[in-house]
Each structure stands twice: as C-alpha cells, then as structure tokens.
C-alpha cells in the first residue's frame, strides 16, 4: 500500500511558501479528484488520509495513504515512522513529495534513495526509516545569495505561481497512474503521460 507523504510546515504564514510545495500537491490531489474518495483525519501527527481510487479506474479498489506531518519540517520523520509502523508499510512503498532548489521551477524528478541534499525534512525522514523510499523533487530554482532558510520560508511570486498551477496537474496525474499501474512503470513512462494528458 502505498503512502504519499508532502512536506511542510503548518500554519497561515507557510502556505504558498516554496518549503510547502509538499502540502500543496497533496491537498491539490484531494480537492481537484473525482475519481477518489477519502476519510480524513488528524492523526500521527498530521492531517492524515485514507484514500480509494475508485473501481471503474482500476481493476480492483485501490486504497492508498496521503500524510502532511504537523510537526514542522524538521521532525517530519517523527509523523511519518507512526504511519510505516502502523500498517507495516515497506519502505519502497513510501512516496514523498517536496522542495528541491537544484531543480527549475516548474519541473519535477523522480528518484530513489539517496541523502537529503540539505533538505531537513528529507534528512529528518532518514533518519526515522532510512534512505530507501521514492522522492517526488518539486523544481523551486536556487537563489543567487544562497540564503537559502529565508529563500524557501519566502511566498511565491505572481510568475513563479503561474509555473506551480500548471504543474500540479501533471503531479496529480503521476500519482493516479502510480496507484494504477506501480511506481516503476510510472517513472518509465511519465513522458508519454504527460503529452497524453496534455491534449
């Protein structure tokens, strides 16, 4: 069963902030579906879903779990571990889903395994389960001071907004198809997704 974890930091003064790109795709996910339903809770330390993707899609029900931990972004490996040990979730199962400053604004890479890049949230996650999980890399560019705290704390401009909208779609179509047909068959074939969905 797979679990989408999006990182972020809780509170009004975080949202449309780059460090919460995370929570952003996963409510964009649950507000933008119809071919979903879903419990929502608090629990785990975070806004916790339990979702279906529904039959007609799929050959059989697919349930899946969305995770936005609550604990502010350097303890996220704390909400995320009460998860993977409640329903004994593999490792390799665990998507998660952030903000990454070596990737342009806009796009979006998909990889396996590895360290945090500095991302605390990332290293914090590590830490709790170790390194082998799937990360979705959301493109928010680097900037020129390299004062990188207040850099990802900062809102998005007008521009850069129009680049996030047009992408969470595309995000939102990956995930479904992951659920359809497994993450490695996705990541084999995200290019043709993204022009058969774009016309």
Known sequence: MYLFVGLG?????????????????????????KNITYTKSL?????????????????????????????????SGISVKQVVDFYKINTNEIIVIHDDMDIKIGEFKIKFNGGSAGHNGIQSIINYIGKD??????????????NYKDYVLNKFS???LIEIKNLLPKV???????????I????????????????
């Open 9 to 33: 930091n809780p509170g009004y003064q975080y949202k449309n902030t780059k460090h919460n790109i995370g929570f952003e795709i996963i409510e964009y996910f649950i507000n933008n579906n």
């Open 43 to 75: 629990r785990f330390q975070g806004i916790f879903y339990e979702v279906i993707l529904k039959e007609e899609l799929a050959k059989e029900a697919n349930k899946f779990l969305m995770l936005m931990p609550l604990t502010y972004m350097n303890l």
């Open 133 to 146: 999980f799937y990360r979705i890399r959301i493109g928010i560019n680097r900037p020129q001071d390299r």
């Open 158 to 160: 007008p521009e850069e």
């Open 172 to 182: 939102n179509i990956i995930i479904e198809n992951i659920i359809l047909e497994g």
């Open 184 to 199: 490695e068959k996705t990541i084999s074939k995200i290019g043709l997704l993204l022009i058969k969905n774009s016309n």
